[in-house]
């Protein structure tokens, strides 16, 4: 079945026309798809019903079955369990900020990353995401709350530059005008720093905004806490920031997981200036939020305000993540997990 949800307006023009219906048609059809957020063909009404038939016989919407919502009591943050149509589970995040809803999405079901404070790690990687299904996630979340979505991070489930093809069309799909529209400058891709796709990425001409999960002040910690920093030394991974920032005009942002005695010491934060020196960045410190398959513990909450304050007396651009939905599973992969732990049990 062809997978019409991830194609462009144009590409889904040719389609239609092949099938021997007018051009017009693609244009009523990608409304239905990204704008009225239809889930099946029969929604769309101003289709003829030969039309509805056809496309039902050749083409799939891919639509995501909502599994589970776990509403936090704190915050209000809400984690979704999405069903793919292979069985597989897909997780997203909404966060409500003054400025408007932000989601978080997955890239990908499971990650081959191996980060060893990361629950998504857990059974390895499944398969990509495509496009279609990075959308499917907003737009089921926008059917559920009833809310438009304002911005978009890709940090969910998987490394988003290990799919990186389904990335880009996604991201073009989601800025379309004719789509949902949200701008580029409401868009931030994570990365633990695959250096020869950063460099690609930027040259695409999105205004994204790049996180890098920096995680450490030195080479020996990364690996130790990555093993993708095998692959990529640090200094490399940092110029390729640093070619980001040159190509768009848009400043890297460092995600940093404190992880108690072992990334969280004033040498550590020391080494962190030393490395990143003045550049033009941003440092998202994160209490690391604990695996129980892993030996890592979050940091105490005054030895990351110490290390906040160490690093602002550097002159460095930093903030502590506001921790949201810690009661229901938020982190990447933990609800996944639980639940086909359940399943299995």
């Known amino acids: 079945m062809v997978d019409i949800k991830s194609m462009t307006l144009g590409e889904l023009e040719n389609y239609i026309v092949d099938l021997g219906e007018k051009k017009f048609r693609a244009g009523q059809i990608y409304d239905w798809m990204h704008v009225k957020l239809a889930e099946s063909f029969?929604?769309?009404?101003?289709?003829?019903?030969?039309?509805?038939?056809?496309?039902?016989?050749?083409?799939?919407?891919?639509?995501?079955?909502?599994?589970?919502?776990?509403?936090?009591?704190?915050?209000?943050?809400?984690?979704?369990?999405?069903?793919?149509?292979?069985?597989?589970?897909?997780?997203?995040?909404?966060?409500?900020?003054?400025?408007?809803?932000?989601?978080?999405?997955?890239?990908?079901?499971?990650?081959?990353?191996?980060?060893?404070?990361?629950?998504?790690?857990?059974?390895?990687?499944?398969?990509?995401?495509?496009?279609?299904?990075?959308?499917?996630?907003?737009?089921?979340?926008?059917?559920?709350?009833?809310?438009?979505?304002?911005?978009?991070?890709?940090?969910?489930?998987?490394?988003?530059?290990?799919?990186?093809?389904?990335?880009?069309?996604?991201?073009?799909?989601?800025?379309?005008?004719?789509?949902?529209?949200?701008?580029?400058?409401?868009?931030?891709?994570?990365?633990?720093?695959?250096?020869?796709?950063?460099?690609?990425?930027?040259?695409?001409?999105?205004?994204?905004?790049?996180?890098?999960?920096?995680?450490?002040?030195?080479?020996?910690?990364?690996?130790?806490?990555?093993?993708?920093?095998?692959?990529y030394h640090i200094d490399e991974v940092l110029g390729a920031c640093r070619y980001y920032f040159e190509k768009t005009g848009r400043r890297v942002t460092f995600e940093y997981s404190l992880a108690d005695g072992v990334n969280d010491s004033d040498e550590n934060a020391r080494q962190l200036h030393e490395l990143i020196g003045d550049g033009i960045c941003h440092i998202n410190l994160i209490p690391i939020n604990p695996v129980r398959e892993g030996k890592y513990r979050e940091s105490k909450k005054a030895r990351v305000i110490a290390f906040k304050n160490k690093l602002e007396k550097y002159g460095i651009n930093v903030t502590i993540r506001r921790e949201m939905g810690r009661d229901i599973d938020a982190a990447c992969g933990q609800l996944r997990k639980r639940i086909k732990d359940e399943r299995k049990g």
């Open 42 to 231: 029969d929604d769309m009404t101003n289709l003829s019903k030969d039309l509805r038939q056809k496309l039902s016989e050749n083409a799939s919407l891919y639509t995501m079955e909502t599994e589970r919502v776990q509403t936090s009591k704190e915050d209000g943050t809400q984690k979704f369990l999405f069903k793919t149509w292979d069985g597989e589970f897909v997780e997203s995040v909404k966060m409500v900020y003054k400025h408007g809803i932000s989601v978080c999405i997955s890239s990908q079901i499971g990650c081959r990353m191996g980060c060893s404070f990361c629950a998504s790690t857990v059974g390895g990687l499944i398969r990509n995401l495509t496009a279609g299904e990075m959308l499917e996630q907003i737009y089921r979340i926008q059917a559920y709350c009833k809310e438009r979505v304002k911005n978009v991070v890709v940090m969910g489930m998987g490394e988003p530059l290990d799919n990186y093809d389904s990335l880009v069309r996604f991201l073009r799909l989601v800025s379309d005008e004719k789509g949902l529209g949200i701008s580029g400058r409401n868009i931030t891709v994570s990365t633990c720093g695959l250096v020869e796709r950063m460099k690609q990425f930027a040259d695409e001409g999105f205004t994204a905004t790049l996180a890098l999960s920096l995680h450490a002040s030195n080479q020996a910690t990364r690996e130790a806490l990555m093993p993708v920093a095998k692959s």
